[in-house]
């Protein structure tokens, strides 16, 4: 088992907000062995001297989709499962690169890719994925042209989405993701973007349906997550005890308040509206959806302030697509007008290990934690723009204890 000993670090620690200068972290095996601000006994350890560095715990993005390569949804699900896998391979090293050791996938990535990564077949984040999202015919996951008769249903199909409806089925399908290892299962609960025939404004899924979906997952003690724009569609599924709000640009204040008394937790993804409407078509979205992307564009940050405000729990997300992914740690400057920056650290560590439920072991850097690291040049708390400059984040990044 190798060691590794950090010295001189100055330790961002998420909980406090605070950085800790001197400290000597020894890194064991997978694991922290120890925080300390004299030097450990550790014969044998590689040491790395981290002088004038902030060594902070590895970024979580909440909201990804590691196996969309394209923003052409259509393109997508006619492409070979075995070239997606290629291509996943692909963004999942780049997003480890960019100092994300664990994200969420929330549609497309499956236990087949989770394997690979902990078999350490290619260098990747921790996987955490939910297979493919629930959604009704017409809905965000249903890819299909209004002219289009034929359902394609073969789950091996690389698309992002299934179809079911009706309560039989979606605890069907539920059971299905379950049966293939999903962390948490993920339903569209509102239209969508990149979905070429639903509304922006339409709920999605009828109130049996979704209390259906939450008890499955609730059986399995796992927990649902919802794409929702609009005020109307979040509302009933927190009502309806969704615990994960994806998006959320079009929340009132009533919504919010509703978010709050169920802790509910918002994963906002200011970063996808952005990079569609600059390079959105370039990067496969079909040139006729753009226009859907400036219904929620501008209220982004508003549902994100009010959330901030209201103190419901805010996780970071991105939600990026094909060649748009580059822009994953820009989330931190698109949130930081409104959001304070130990806050946002917060978002993009303990509080996206707590929606995965493993605030035990990953987002801090504390004895018995994962060795998962990265290194920064300067005081992110400062200076949350230092998360976004490719020159100064991440300088080094460790997962499990080991070097990337
Ligand atoms: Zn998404």
């Not at 919802?226 to 919504?255: D, F, K, M, P, W």
Request: proline content about 5%.
């Amino acid at each position: 088992m190798s060691s590794i000993l950090f010295e001189n670090a100055a330790i961002l620690d998420v909980e406090q907000g605070a950085l800790l200068p001197d400290r000597w972290v020894l890194v064991d095996g997978a694991r922290i062995a120890s925080v300390s601000d004299t030097k450990p006994d550790a014969p044998g350890a590689q040491r790395i001297d981290l002088k004038g560095q902030t060594l902070m715990p590895g970024l979580i993005d909440c909201h990804v989709h590691v196996t969309a390569f394209t923003a052409n949804f259509a393109e997508l699900v006619r492409t070979p499962p075995s070239y997606v896998a290629a291509k996943s391979a692909e963004i999942l090293g780049g997003m480890l690169r960019r100092g994300f050791t664990t994200v969420r996938d929330v549609g497309g990535a499956d236990h087949g890719l989770a394997r690979a990564i902990e078999e350490g077949l290619f260098p990747a984040p921790r996987l955490f994925f939910c297979g493919k999202a629930l959604s009704p015919t017409g809905g965000h996951g249903d890819i299909r042209a209004p002219g289009t008769d034929v359902h394609e249903a073969a789950y091996t199909q690389p698309g992002l989405g299934r179809i079911a409806d009706g309560v039989a089925a979606v605890r069907q399908a539920a059971r299905d993701e379950i049966r293939r290892g999903a962390h948490h299962i993920k339903i569209m609960g509102g239209g969508g973007i990149s979905s070429p025939t639903d509304r922006i404004s339409s709920d999605q899924y009828s109130e049996e349906e979704i209390a259906a979906v939450v008890e499955e997952a609730a059986m399995a003690n796992l927990y649902v997550a919802v794409h929702s724009y609009a005020a109307r569609s979040i509302e009933r599924c927190v009502r309806l005890g969704v615990r994960s709000i994806e998006h959320g640009n079009l929340a009132t204040q009533q919504t919010i308040d509703l978010m709050k008394a169920h802790d509910a937790v918002l994963v906002p993804t200011l970063s996808v509206f952005r990079a569609l409407v600059e390079e959105g078509v370039e990067a496969g979205l079909p040139k006729d959806l753009v226009g859907k992307t400036y219904e929620v564009l501008d209220a982004g940050i508003n549902a994100v302030e009010m959330a901030y405000r209201a103190g419901v729990p805010m996780a970071y997300g991105t939600d990026l697509l094909g060649v748009m992914h580059r822009r994953q740690l820009d989330e931190f400057v698109l949130r930081a007008d409104v959001v304070k920056a130990p806050d946002l650290i917060r978002a993009a560590t303990i509080n996206c290990a707590r929606l995965i439920r493993r605030e035990h072991e990953l987002g801090l850097v504390k004895p018995g934690y994962l060795a998962d690291l990265i290194v920064v040049d300067g005081n992110p708390l400062e200076n949350i723009r230092i998360m976004a400059d490719p020159q100064r984040s991440p300088r080094l990044v460790v997962k499990g204890g080991e070097l990337v």
